[in-house]
């Protein structure tokens, strides 16, 4: 049985359709800044893709490769990664930068979407 990619359930976003998938969300947004050679971001992805699951009903999760769009990590001020940024209505309101445990995770986005 193979695992696939781990990637495949949480949508990439990219410079291009940013707007459209994050800032103009109907529902709180979370956006975990990555990148391939980066081990914390591989620890990360499983807990995300949980949280996808988990959670899809309060929060829409996507994913930004730093490499490939160095200038949204700019903009967001991503000086660290793994970031994760939680958007709601267009505007940050949370910011994880570093891995951190799935229950972690969880609690502080409770926090943000109720």
């Not at 990590?73 to 445990?101: C, H, M, R, W």
Request: glycine share 6%; proline share 4%; net charge negative.
């Amino acid at each position: 049985m193979s695992l696939g990619n781990s990637y495949n359930r949480v949508k990439a976003v990219n410079s291009s359709n940013f707007d459209s998938e994050v800032l103009n969300a109907d529902i709180p947004v979370l956006v975990d800044f990555w990148a391939e050679w980066c081990m914390p971001c591989k620890m990360l992805s499983p807990i995300v893709e949980e949280i996808s699951r988990e959670l899809s009903d309060k929060i829409k999760v996507v994913k930004v490769n730093v490499d490939e769009n160095p200038d949204l990590a700019t903009s967001y001020g991503i000086q660290a990664i793994p970031t994760l940024l939680v958007f709601k209505d267009g505007n940050v309101v949370g910011e994880i930068v570093g891995y951190i445990s799935k229950k972690t995770l969880k609690d502080k986005l409770e926090e943000v979407i109720g």
